[in-house]
């Protein structure tokens, strides 16, 4: 993947700021409508993931103040490590379903889903 493709891929990414839009699925249908292969799309808006995470995170700390007790800080860590492990498991089941099937069943999901988001906003006025 070419640095100019990275670029445009990390543009989509900007489309996450639209309430209700999904991160990784902007950032894997853009590299899709590029030209990237399913399995790379998915892959590298994994990697893509690392610094927005990262970046949130120390926000939430910088707000936090970083005041920790030694107790606080073993909570956390452990939470890290679980969650680290948790997505590694993750992350691997979803690139081998990608691998083997399309984005179909998750298009389904979002169009069904939103229209029962808009029905149910509809219905309340």
Do not use: N, W
Request: with cysteine; net charge positive.
């Amino acid at each position: 993947m070419s640095y100019k493709t990275a670029l445009a891929i990390g543009v989509f990414q900007v489309l996450a700021l639209i309430p209700g839009t999904s991160r990784s699925g902007a950032t894997i249908l853009g590299a899709v409508l590029l030209g990237c292969s399913r399995g790379i799309a998915a892959e590298f808006s994994f990697f893509l993931a690392v610094p927005v995470m990262f970046g949130a995170s120390l926000l939430k700390l910088i707000k936090m103040k970083i005041a920790f007790s030694l107790a606080t800080a073993s909570v956390l860590i452990v939470g890290m490590v679980v969650a680290f492990i948790v997505s590694v498991f993750a992350i691997r089941f979803l690139m081998g379903y990608i691998r083997k099937h399309d984005f179909k069943a998750f298009g389904v999901y979002r169009i069904v889903l939103g229209i029962l988001v808009l029905a149910y906003f509809f219905l309340l006025k």
